[in-house]
């Protein structure tokens, strides 16, 4: 079965997300077209601005062909503005923002404060191999889990809040795993069932 990761690359940290996956011996490419969506076997949504990607979406013709996926149970994997775009109810979010539904979680956008109040902390996450190291998470205007509903497991948390949930092939990250060496995260997402 091939293995061919696309990420979303209309806007925000997509180039450093192609690249892990690469480092990591899959088949990677940027995906900007139905076309291009249409070639892969699972995505990642990278972070970048929540608004501006649902935008561009839409500019795109993209928003169909990716729900499409999505109903049909591609993988995918959500950091920061993924996460947003993925969730099912978006607080603090424009009236026409594109939100997915992919994943049963109410989030709020910026959660955790404005660009200077960005920082990373190490998480720790059951799932990946050497589980007992802990992952550098670095959070950059990150969406905060209001709810996580049924049928969405908590794989990691910070100060109590969960940072990193999965449901079903939908994986989402409040932070950006793509800034951290650590590769775990995306080996993780690139191995997980269809």
Do not use: W
Request: charged share 20%; with cysteine.
């Amino acid at each position: 079965m091939s293995n061919h990761i696309g990420v979303l690359a209309l806007q925000g940290a997509f180039a450093l997300h192609v690249e892990a996956c690469r480092e990591l011996g899959f088949e990677s490419s940027e995906v900007r077209t139905a076309d291009q969506l249409g070639a892969v076997d699972r995505l990642i949504i990278p972070g970048g601005e929540s608004t501006t990607m649902s935008m561009m979406l839409d500019r795109n013709d993209l928003s169909a062909p990716l729900a499409e996926r999505l109903d049909d149970g591609m993988p995918v994997f959500g950091t920061c503005a993924g996460m947003i775009l993925l969730a099912d109810k978006v607080s603090d979010g424009r009236e026409d923002q594109v939100s997915f539904g992919a994943i049963n979680l109410a989030v709020k956008r910026n959660g955790y404060g404005r660009q200077n109040q960005s920082f990373s902390d190490e998480i720790f996450v059951d799932r990946l191999d050497n589980a007992d190291l802990g992952f550098h998470a670095v959070f950059i205007r990150a969406p905060l889990v209001e709810v996580v509903g049924d049928g969405v497991q908590v794989l990691a948390t910070h100060d109590g809040a969960a940072v990193l949930c999965q449901q079903n092939s939908v994986l989402v990250a409040a932070f950006h795993p793509e800034l951290s060496p650590d590769r775990r995260l995306h080996r993780y997402f690139c191995s997980l069932p269809r």
